[in-house]
């Protein structure tokens, strides 16, 4: 069954604790990327990856890193979690633009 | 900047009646359009995809239209069902863009028996 597949699904931690959500496609989609949702806000694009080892900056890529070492791994890295970055994530995957993108289940992350 | 404008952000409807839910964008230099359902604290999942060439898409009670001219979408849904309560959520992917996603905030549709 194609999908994407995040990890952990739900995470509460406090500020300052270094945390990764992995994401995994089994689709040999090329275009990997994050949002976070927030409500009043929408989905907003953090990074976003065109293959292997090209990786780029969204619309609010502040305190995340990715990398892509893998074609089917994109993980997102948050280095020292903030209270503001508390939010839903969701990792989504296609082929080349112009074509529809899958979404994972999300990861509801709380920053205390 | 591409901005995505959805009306109305709620909606409620008795079973069986029939509803539009519009998507306007600002800048018509697009790749696609995508219609997406997300159930409460779940993920996305796509309803339909208009590429630009595309005057409308059809998948059993839904039918989703674009104007790529005027800046609009509708996403039709015929003869509404209590299961077809969710968010809706509209995203288009501007060209020069690298296949990213501007997603409207949605419209929370309940249908009631």
């Known amino acids: 069954e194609a999908q994407v597949t995040q990890n952990p699904r739900y995470l509460i931690t406090v500020t300052g604790k270094k945390l990764t959500v992995t994401c995994s496609q089994n689709?040999?989609?090329?275009?990997m990327s994050w949002y976070r949702q927030d409500p009043g806000l929408g989905l907003r694009q953090i990074y976003y990856?065109?293959?292997?080892?090209?990786?780029d900056k969204g619309d609010v890529p502040e305190g995340y890193k990715v990398s892509r070492k893998e074609k089917r791994n994109f993980p997102l890295i948050l280095e020292s979690p903030s209270p503001n970055q508390t939010s839903l994530y969701f990792c989504a995957s296609s082929t080349l633009r112009g074509l529809e993108q899958y979404f994972g289940p999300g990861t509801r992350l709380t920053v205390t | 900047k591409q901005e995505v404008t959805q009306i109305p952000a709620a909606l409620s409807v008795p079973e069986g009646e029939n509803l539009v839910l519009n998507c306007s964008f600002t800048d018509s230099a697009i790749y696609n359009l995508q219609w997406f359902r997300q159930d409460p604290g779940k993920g996305l999942t796509s309803l339909l995809l208009i590429q630009s060439s595309q005057r409308e898409q059809t998948s059993g009670r839904l039918n989703a239209s674009l104007d790529k001219s005027s800046g609009r979408s509708t996403l039709y849904i015929a003869a509404s069902q209590p299961g077809d309560s969710a968010t809706y959520l509209c995203?288009?992917?501007?060209?020069?863009?690298?296949?990213?996603?501007?997603f409207g905030t949605g419209t929370r549709l309940q249908v009631t028996l």
């Open positions: 990856s065109m293959n292997v080892e090209v990786t």
């Open positions: 689709m040999n989609h090329e275009y």
């Open positions: 995203a288009v992917t501007s060209t020069g863009t690298a296949s990213k996603l501007t």
